[in-house]
Each structure stands twice: as structure tokens, then as C-alpha cells.
């Protein structure tokens, strides 16, 4: 699976956009980019995730550039709630077996008043 | 929505003692996943397993096994419980391998 790079830390004031950023650019065409994200003391929580289209959903929108060597996730209007580390991950899917997801360290996102 | 119920949140064992970590999906999914979970190092995957009775080693699976008889029900078994396992231990599950994962809240182990 391709390796990604995430920002450590990053911060967002409530009710502003969250532009969290990911580099993936030894990506391969058959690989799918996700995002999870993970509150403190919980399981990660499967955000969204795309191909080569942006991609939008109800918590997040997913923009993957063209030449898909890196992609940003937005959170239109962040809360405090959306305070957690944010992981960008590249998957690429087999048959047969179950495609596991490897996770790096991602992006702690702290969110303020 | 899908739950994933692991058995237990907190569990302190001693060192030598056989642990067994369960984990339950009530979806009916293929896939289901043990994951641990330590500082600095993130998440790393102990086992998978595609179908019942089917597993695969993940990237660090030395110490553990795990056991699927049935379809919603996925064990990790720690057979002799050393303090480096102390750990988060997270479980999860999938219906293919297209679909984004469920993942339990996890298990704090301790071995002392």
C-alpha cells in the first residue's frame, strides 16, 4: 500500500472550515483513498472515501487532485466535537481477501471557541 | 447501524495468564479485524479474518492467535500474556473489502 504524509497537528476555530491535508504520491491506479478519524478513548470512526472523483457525504467532503498524488478532507463547518486524530489512508483492494487498512499517525485536529 | 461489541473495556491480567479477547458483529459481515493500539506507533493489525474458519496474519502477529467459528464472532487469544501486550485493543468489521470499516470502542489490556 502507498505511504502517506499527514501534518502531525493542526487547529480550526468552530464553525470554520477544516482543510486537513494528505500526500500520498506513490499512489497506484487501483488504490482507494480513505479518511478516518478517531475521538479520544474510541474505535476510529470510516469518514469517507474516493478513487479519483471528489467525493461528498454528510460528515466530509473528499478533494483528490488529478494527478491523485494527494487529496484534502473538509469539514465545512467544524465543532468542538470534531476535535480527534484525522487518518488518511491508501488501500488497494484485492479479490478474494479481505484488503486490510494500515494506518499511519495522522493528524491530531484541535478544534476552539 | 452496525455494532461492534467487544466483551470487555478494561481487563488486567497477569503475566503467563491465556487471554482471550472477544469481539461480536451483528451485520453480518465477511471481514472482521484485531487491531492494537500504542502510543506513537498507531494502529497495527494482529490478524484478519475473510470467512469462517479463514485467517490471515497481519503486520505483527507473534504472541497472538484467533479463532473464528462463527461468522459475527472473532477472538483474539493472547496464549501466554506478557506485559508488552499491555495495549488498546481494537476490533472491527467489513462487509467486503470496497466498504469502510466498524470498529468496536476497544479493550485497555494491562498484563502485570
Known amino acids: 500500500d502507498a505511504k502517506t504524509t499527514q501534518p502531525p497537528s493542526m487547529d480550526c476555530a468552530e464553525g470554520r472550515a477544516a482543510n486537513l491535508p494528505c500526500n500520498h504520491s506513490t499512489i497506484s491506479g487501483n488504490e482507494y483513498v480513505y479518511w478516518y478519524r478517531q475521538i479520544h478513548s474510541q474505535g476510529p470512526q470510516y469518514i469517507i472515501h474516493?478513487?479519483?472523483n471528489n467525493e461528498t457525504n454528510e460528515m466530509a467532503s473528499l478533494i483528490i487532485t488529478e494527478d491523485r498524488k494527494s487529496s484534502t478532507l473538509i469539514l465545512p463547518h467544524a465543532t468542538l466535537r470534531d476535535t480527534a486524530v484525522y487518518y488518511c489512508?491508501?488501500?488497494?483492494?484485492?479479490?478474494?481477501?479481505?484488503?486490510?487498512?494500515?494506518f499511519g499517525t495522522g493528524t491530531r485536529l484541535q478544534v476552539t471557541l | 447501524d452496525v455494532k461492534v461489541t467487544q466483551s470487555s473495556r478494561y481487563l488486567v491480567k497477569r503475566t503467563g495468564e491465556k487471554v482471550f479477547l472477544e469481539c461480536v458483529q451483528d451485520?453480518?459481515?465477511?471481514?472482521m479485524f484485531w487491531y492494537r493500539q500504542d502510543p506513537g506507533l498507531g494502529l497495527r493489525l494482529i490478524y484478519f479474518?475473510?470467512?469462517?474458519?479463514?485467517?490471515e496474519k497481519g503486520d505483527i502477529p507473534e504472541g497472538y492467535s484467533v479463532s473464528r467459528e462463527k461468522k459475527e464472532r472473532f477472538s483474539l487469544i493472547l496464549e501466554s500474556a506478557s506485559t508488552n501486550q499491555t495495549s488498546m485493543y481494537l476490533c472491527?468489521?467489513?462487509?467486503?473489502?470496497?466498504?469502510?470499516?466498524?470498529f468496536g470502542s476497544g479493550t485497555r489490556l494491562t498484563v502485570v
Open positions: 451485520m453480518d459481515h465477511e471481514n
Open positions: 474516493g478513487l479519483k
Open positions: 489512508i491508501v488501500r488497494v483492494f484485492t479479490t478474494g481477501t479481505a484488503s486490510k487498512l494500515t
Open positions: 479474518s475473510y470467512d469462517v474458519k479463514m485467517k
Open positions: 472491527a468489521s467489513s462487509p467486503d473489502f470496497y466498504y469502510g470499516y466498524t
